[in-house]
């Protein structure tokens, strides 16, 4: 990685980072990045999906002893790999369950890092496409050089179009800001 002291250390700066960044170190250790990856992505989803879960990894009211049993349950039904359920321990004992959605996000990062990858963050009004992320993938690989993996998001309160973050660039070609940009226009 030779540029691991620039895009990586803004990464890992914060708690996330540095739990995701040690998460990461073991995974490519152990040949496991991969397996990681999607285990978090399948926690990931239940997070949302589980409201239960949500409140156990967020409840500063759960011991430490009660939650690591728990969230080893959870590992177990979840069918999550060894090394991040062994991760997910030492969170629970470290009683940092509660930040397990931003060391997610940041283990990602890494990973795109380390592959030479870019992340964009697309926000749409209504779900796209597999053509459509396809295309919008090839479209921001030309324009940065980069493979660029897609996190996208839903918010009907843009009407349409696309607001694209990529990196530090904000690309806003939604509806709402069209029209509010026409609104202030026709006030002078």
């Given amino acids: 990685m030779e540029n691991s002291g620039g895009i990586q250390g ?5 708690l996330a980072g540095r739990y995701a960044s040690a998460l990461f170190d073991l995974a490519r250790e152990s040949n496991a990045i991969d397996s990681v990856q999607k285990s978090l992505a399948t926690l990931k989803t239940a997070l949302v999906d589980s409201a239960d879960l949500a409140a156990l990894v967020s409840s500063p009211v759960v011991g430490r002893a009660d939650a690591a049993k728990a969230i080893e349950a959870v590992a177990k039904a979840l069918k999550l790999d060894s090394l991040t359920t062994k991760f997910l321990g030492v969170l629970a004992e470290n009683r940092r369950l509660g930040d397990v959605a931003g060391m997610i996000d940041a283990y990602n990062a890494i990973v795109a890092n380390h592959r030479g990858e870019v992340t964009a963050k697309v926000t749409s009004a209504h779900p796209l496409s597999a053509e459509q992320l396809k295309a919008l993938a ?3 690989k030309t324009r940065v050089g980069r493979d660029v993996q897609i996190a996208t998001t839903v918010d009907p ?4 179009g696309l607001v694209v973050q990529l990196g530090s660039q904000l690309i806003d070609g939604s509806i709402r800001t069209r029209l509010n940009s026409f609104a202030q226009a026709m006030k002078g």
């Fill in 138 to 140: 090839a479209n921001l």
């Fill in 10 to 14: 803004n990464i890992t700066a914060g």
């Fill in 157 to 160: 309160a843009i009407l349409g």
